[in-house]
C-alpha cells in the first residue's frame, strides 16, 4: 500500500515528473517520423485535435483515479469500482494498463540505448566526415546486435536503479534536475537548427495543411501518436496521479502537462526539419530518420560532433524520465499485488523488460510486433477502458468530488468526452488499426468513400 501514503515533495517535483513522462522519444524520435511519413501539416493538424478531444480529457481521467485511493494503477481501479458499487473486476482497466506500460517499455529501451550511444559516438567524433544523404557508417559503439544489447542493457539498468531508488530518492531527483536542464537545451538546439537550416520551409511544412491529405490512415497515426506522446492509456498517469494530494487542481496540471508535451513535439519539429530539408533528405524516411540523417548533417557543421552530441545527449534526458515512469507502473502494481520489495519489483520487471526487449533484437520482425501489440492494441485498449470507466462506470458525482477543484465548464467537457466523443473515437481508432495491421480492406473502403 505504499502509494496511500507517499506523496509527491512539491507540485514541482509531480509536474516534473509528469512532463518527463509525458516528453520523450515520441516526441523527439516518433513525432518528426510521424509527421514526414503521414503528410507533414495535416498530420499535425489531426493530432492536435486528438490530444484535446481525447488525450487530454483520459490524461485528466487516468490522475484522477490514481488520486481517488493513492493505490497502483490495479488497486486504484478496484478500489474505485468498490467505491461505486461495481464489480472488483474492473481492475482489469488497471491490468490492461500495466501490461500496455510495461510492453512500451521493452522496444523504448532499446531505442532508447542507441540514443545514448549515438550520444556518445557524436561526442567522440565517430560521425565526422561523413557524407550526407547515406546512412552513417555504422561507427565502433553501434555495429550489430551485441552493440545494441549492451545499450538496451546499460538503459533498463539507469530504470532500475532510479525507481528502486523510490519516489522521493529516485524518481524526484532525477526529475527535477534533469528537465529543467533538458528545456534549456531544446532551446538553444532550436535556435541553432533554425538560423541555420531550411527554418522557412520547415514550418510551412509542419503548419500549412492540404487537407486532402487527411485519410483515415492520418487519423489513425495521430490517435496513437496523442496516446504516446502524452503517455496516457498505459496507466502510467493513474501511477502518477496516485501520490497527489487532494486539493492538486487536476484539469489545471493536466492542462500544463499536455500543453508541455505538444510545445515539444512542435518545438521538435522545427529543430529537426529545417535541418533535413536544408540537406535535402526524405522526411518519409521512418523510424530511421534522425538516427540517420542526424549525425551525417551534423558531421558537416562547424562544431557539428558536439552538437550532435547535445541533440541525442536531450534525447536520452528525455527517454530516461519517460522509461521510469513505464517502469515505476508495472512496479508498483508488484509490489501491492504480489508483496514484493521496491528493489525487487523494479528489477523483476526491469528484467522482464530486458528479455522481451532483446529477443526483439534478435528476433527479426519481432519488434513490429510488440510495438504492435503494445503501442496500438494495449495502448488504445486502455485509452478506451479507462474513458468507458471513469464516463458510464463510476458514477458521475463520484468524479465530480474528484475534480472537486475544476470548473463547471472544463468538467462538462471533460465527462461529456470521456462519455461519448473518446469512446467512439478511440473505439474506431482501435478497429481501423486492427485492419490497417491484417489488410482487411476497411480503411481503404472508408479512404475512397471520403474521397481520398
Ligand atoms: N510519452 C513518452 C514519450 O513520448 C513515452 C511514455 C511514457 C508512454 N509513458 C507512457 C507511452 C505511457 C505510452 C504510454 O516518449
Known sequence: MAGATTQWTSRFAFLMAAIGSAVGLGNLWRFPFQTGQNGGAAFVIVYLLCVLFVAFPILMAELSVGRHKGLSAVGSTRQLALDSGKSANWSMVGWIGVLASFAILTTYSVVAGQVM????????????????NSAPQVASLYDGATHALTWHTVFIVASVAVVSAGLHGGIERVVTVLMPIF??????????????????????????????????LTVLAAMGQAFFSLGVGAAVMITYGSFLPKEENIGNSAGIIAGADTMVAVVAGLMIFPIIFANGLDPAAGGGLIFDALPAVFSGLPGGSFIGGLFFFLAFIAALTSAISLLLTASAVGIEQFGLSRTASAAIFGALAWTVGAATIVVTGLGNWVDFVGGSILLTTGGLLIAVFVGWIVPGKIMRDELHNTSDGLFNFWHFTVRY???VAVGMTLILGIDAKFNFGLSAMLGSIGGG
Open 183 to 216: 528545456f534549456v537545451m531544446l532551446v538553444g538546439l532550436s535556435i541553432y537548427a533554425l538560423s541555420t537550416g531550411a527554418a522557412a520551409k520547415a514550418i510551412s511544412y509542419l503548419f500549412a495543411p492540404d487537407f486532402s491529405a487527411i485519410t483515415p
Open 421 to 423: 466523443l473518446a469512446p
Open 117 to 132: 550511444a549515438y550520444s556518445l559516438m557524436s561526442f567522440m567524433g565517430e560521425f565526422a566526415g561523413q557524407a550526407v
